[in-house]
């Protein structure tokens, strides 16, 4: 019996609450009623002007602008190394001198034999202007001297071979040999890389072969450099498509003039495509009704009342979403607090949000 008169008091307690709450309802200005109920304070955002974007996504791989890897072209001992690890070199300069002392006996005997064939072939060639010799010696000691001077020409250049020399300026890599050390043809010494310029090789399915094309921007992230982008350049398209994968080559080159970018180095490229300036605003003021966009504009002046309209939305990026139409910029929205408020409101600014504008982007369909 007492569980059953507390129940009783419980839904009578209940009942008249409710009955109160349906009373104070009913008594509330309809204009309060449909507005969410007296003023609502609100977080508002300019409609700013931003540069948006179709982009194509892909994935590369960096290559160097030029890249080599040292080796020699005789099998000799290393006599002489004239770099370290990571130094940087210009063409021409010297990286490694081989042993050649044959050779260096072997020129100096040639050049010996050329100096004696020069003097003989002067000897003559006075003898026959003063009519003692005849024309056809002076022809003879004249191929000698071309045959000793061919001589010492080519032990010029086996010398040569023994000397290596960066063919380029860039980046030396890790040093594998060391001085009296034997190597050869084939025999890494260390690689040589000119990263002035990163090449970035990637694939697009062929379907986009109408959208891209030299001249294009594109832009890279690496996980090695988080929230940094580096901007680059389409500047070849290949002129076949893989018949079994359907894609495309194309390469891009980037100005990597600080060094940061490696060869190797997996990196995330966007192709932007379509560059327009629309207005933008952030997403948290975009609302939705079955289909259709709507936000919530503010006037400016006191005791604003809010505007619901009708938008139109391009693509997004982070907090940031394209206008196509419905907004100019300059107007304000309501960027936070949307959800407790009905055209109509009067609203209290409490904060406001002036955006710089910014660069948004987006996939490409």
Known sequence: ????????????????????????ELLREPEQAFAGGGVQPVEVADVTTATFADTIEAIGTARANEQVTISAQV???????????????????????????????????????????????????????????????????????????????AVEARLANRIIRAPFDGVVGLRNVSAGELVGPGDIIATLDDVSRIKLDFTVPERFLSVVSAGQVIVARSDAFQGETFDGEITNVDSRVDPVTRAVTVRAEIDN???????????????????????????????????QAFVYVVPTGDNPVIEARNVDLGVRSGAMIEVVSGLQPGERVVSEGTHRLRPGAPVQVTRQWHSTGATAVGTAP
């Open 257 to 291: 003039s600080d060094g940061r970018l490696l060869p190797g180095m997996l990196l995330t490229i966007e192709v932007r495509r379509d560059v327009r300036e629309r207005p933008a605003i952030p997403e948290t003021a975009v609302m939705r009704r079955n289909e």
């Open 1 to 24: 019996m007492r569980k059953a008169a507390f129940l009783i008091v419980a839904v009578a307690v209940f009942a008249l609450m409710a009955g109160a709450v349906a009373v104070r």
């Open 75 to 153: 099998s000799e001992i290393i006599g002489r190394i004239a770099f370290e690890s990571g130094d940087r070199v210009t063409a021409g300069q010297i990286l490694v001198e081989q042993a050649g002392g044959e050779e260096y006996a072997a020129l100096n005997e040639a050049r010996a034999t050329e100096r004696e064939a020069r003097q003989e072939q002067e000897r003559f060639r006075d003898l026959a202007e003063r009519g003692i010799a005849p024309t056809q010696r002076v022809q003879e000691t004249q191929a000698a001297l071309d045959r000793a001077t061919a001589r010492v020409r």
